[in-house]
């Protein structure tokens, strides 16, 4: 298949233009079309390029592969989710550490999504209309797959809108809780520091004068919550804005990563290698909807306390 780009769509990214729904009917993710590229299936004027690409006027770009659109979730009864609560409208989850939210084209099974769907199928349907919105249904706000903690489902349309109309108008308070290396100076403050994609996409970075990607608002304020042993701290986190990777992205940008993370740390700080996961936790959340004030909690999970003890008898 080949298509000839107009002056209409020139300057556009390549990956972004073909996963917006002209080719594909919004049916296949960006993240999907960036490994056909890779994999050069998808060339420019018969040449390997990179998702990134700006297109030119008169440009021919081809398709070598097949897309055939198939049932996005399949339902896993085997695993008892842990609900906190569920009425008419929501889902609220404790979530445990190393459980992905939602399936997408590398993994989809075993997540989030394909048990609550299982327990509770009337919202496979509570989605945007699209590929990636299918792979989420009822996902107003994500957790990190080795975050653990709270996490709140739509159980109906009306609900799904109105929540992610509260996260976006940042009406909803979520606080989380960490074990970072170091003692934050001063304990406690904001971080304001605007985030945006890396050049490949993978992670979150702090965006400076020179940053390619799109520039969002990124706000974060802490709280020492106690000293761990002699150089790590516990801290209290309330994200007033939901950036992918923010939390984990921020601390590491103030000098005190979170202690486990493998994708966000600093090359001078010596790692532990007890934690075997990022040690953040989604502690409590709190929204109205529909005029009914509602507040739920998560305990720290053992790992949690059991690194707290490890670093209490440290020292």
């Given amino acids: 298949m080949k298509i000839i780009i107009t002056k209409n769509t020139a300057g556009e990214r390549l990956d ?3 996963s917006g729904g002209d080719f594909f009917d919004g049916k296949i993710t960006r993240s999907e079309i960036s490994r056909q590229i890779k994999a050069q299936r998808i060339l420019v ?17 081809f398709f070598d592969f097949e897309f055939s659109e198939e049932k996005i979730i399949l339902p896993r009864e085997k695993k008892e989710l842990p609900v ?17 939210v939602h399936p997408d084209d590398t993994r989809k099974e075993e997540t989030l999504v394909n048990y609550l769907v299982a327990q509770f199928p009337e ?10 919105g299918k792979m989420r249904p009822g996902i107003v706000h994500r957790l990190d797959k080795d975050t653990s903690g709270v996490i709140v489902i739509a159980r109906n349309t009306e609900t799904f809108l109105e929540l992610k109309r509260q996260f976006q108008d940042k009406e909803i308070i979520k606080k989380y809780q960490a074990i970072v290396y170091g003692v934050p100076d001063p304990v406690e403050g904001v971080i ?20 390619r990607t799109k520039i969002r608002e990124a706000v974060t304020e802490y709280r020492t919550l106690k000293t761990l042993g002699s150089n790590f701290a516990l801290m ?13 992205v921020h601390l590491t940008s103030i000098g005190h990563p979170i202690v486990g993370d493998k994708k966000y740390f600093l090359r001078d700080i010596k790692r532990l290698d007890s934690a075997r996961r990022q040690l953040l936790h989604a ?22 306390l059991d690194f707290t003890s490890f670093l209490d008898e440290k020292g």
């Fill in 16 to 18: 972004k233009f073909l």
């Fill in 45 to 61: 004027n018969k040449e390997k390029i990179k998702p990134g690409y700006l297109l030119k006027n008169n440009d021919e770009v």
């Fill in 84 to 100: 906190i609560f569920s009425d008419e409208n929501i889902i609220v989850i404790d979530k445990p550490a190393g459980m992905q």
């Fill in 123 to 132: 919202i496979e349907n509570i989605c945007d209309n699209t590929k990636e």
């Fill in 192 to 211: 304001e520091k605007p985030l945006a994609r890396s050049a490949d996409y993978r992670r979150q970075v702090v965006a400076g004068h020179k940053t």
């Fill in 236 to 248: 209290e986190l309330s994200p007033k804005t939901g950036r992918m990777h923010q939390i984990r």
């Fill in 283 to 304: 502690e409590s959340i709190r929204f109205t909807l529909f005029g009914n004030g509602y507040e739920f909690s998560s305990q720290l999970p053992q790992d949690f």
